[in-house]
Antibody, heavy 122, light 108 residues
Framework: QVQLQESGPGLVKPSETLSLTCNVS?????????WGWIRQPPGKGLEWIGS???????FYNSSLRSRVTISVDRSKNQFSLKMTSVTAADTAVYYC???????????????WGQGTLVTVSS | EVLMTQSPATLSVALGERATLSCRAS??????LAWYQQKPGQAPRLLIY???TRATGIPARFSGSGSGTEFTLTISSLQSEDFAVYYC??????????FGQGTRLEIK
């Protein structure tokens, strides 16, 4: 069973960089699929941030592209999110997931990670 | 960017009754449409993909239909555990993958 687990600081200061990692178990991300990040501000809806293939190919939401970098560490079976120059508007629960980019969704699609709340505050 | 619009924003339905949730895409997305259920404090759970295929372990009372720009999620006989927020997601055009704003299903 594929499982995803986010980790990283729960509090980030304004103007600093948010860094999160998603650990994937039960599947080698080097095999296939895009792996992505989605966020949800408190009490609001879902926003797709971007995703990465094991080769390093990435897609980003244009609204966040200038501040976001997604990278992959195949040796650790992990992928990561970095978001620079954060503000209070970036306060959200951040989820990692096997993304639907290119390969879509099928019967093997795992559940998302449980999510991690990141608060931007001084 | 494909805009996904869900209606209604809030739906009040009694236990045992049928609930019908709608999702409209701003352009045709074929059947590249998924539905998620989210309960407070939990991650969204995949219910339906390909517009009409139930995900693993999803009860048969959940069904999806539609293609192109109009989609429907139907819950045939509401159980107490079904009251939650439901999101649709299109994955035909990317980036970005886009979500609807959600429908809150509450007990009448």
């Amino acid at each position: 069973q594929v499982q995803l687990q986010e980790s990283g600081p729960g509090l980030v200061k304004p103007s600093e960089t948010l860094s999160l990692t998603c650990n994937v178990s039960g599947y080698s991300i080097s095999t296939s699929y895009f792996w992505g990040w989605i966020r949800q501000p408190p009490g609001k809806g879902l926003e797709w941030i971007g995703s990465i293939y094991h080769s390093g190919s990435t897609f980003y939401n244009s609204s966040l592209r200038s501040r976001v970098t997604i990278s992959v560490d195949r040796s650790k079976n992990q992928f990561s999110l970095k978001m620079t120059s954060v503000t209070a508007a970036d306060t959200a629960v951040y989820y990692c997931a096997r993304d639907a980019v290119k390969f879509g969704i099928d019967a093997t699609t795992p559940n998302w990670g449980q999510g991690t709340l990141v608060t931007v505050s001084s | 960017e494909v805009l996904m619009t869900q209606s209604p924003a809030t739906l009040s339905v009694a236990l045992g009754e049928r609930a019908t949730l709608s999702c409209r895409a701003s352009e045709s997305i074929s059947t590249k449409l998924a539905w998620y259920q989210q309960k407070p404090g939990q991650a969204p759970r995949l219910l339906i993909y390909g517009a009409s295929t139930r995900a693993t372990g999803i009860p048969a009372r959940f069904s999806g239909s539609g293609s192109g720009t109009e989609f429907t999620l139907t819950i045939s006989s509401l159980q107490s555990e079904d009251f939650a927020v439901y999101y649709c997601q299109q994955y035909n055009y990317w980036p970005p993958i886009t979500f609807g704003q959600g429908t809150r299903l509450e007990i009448k």
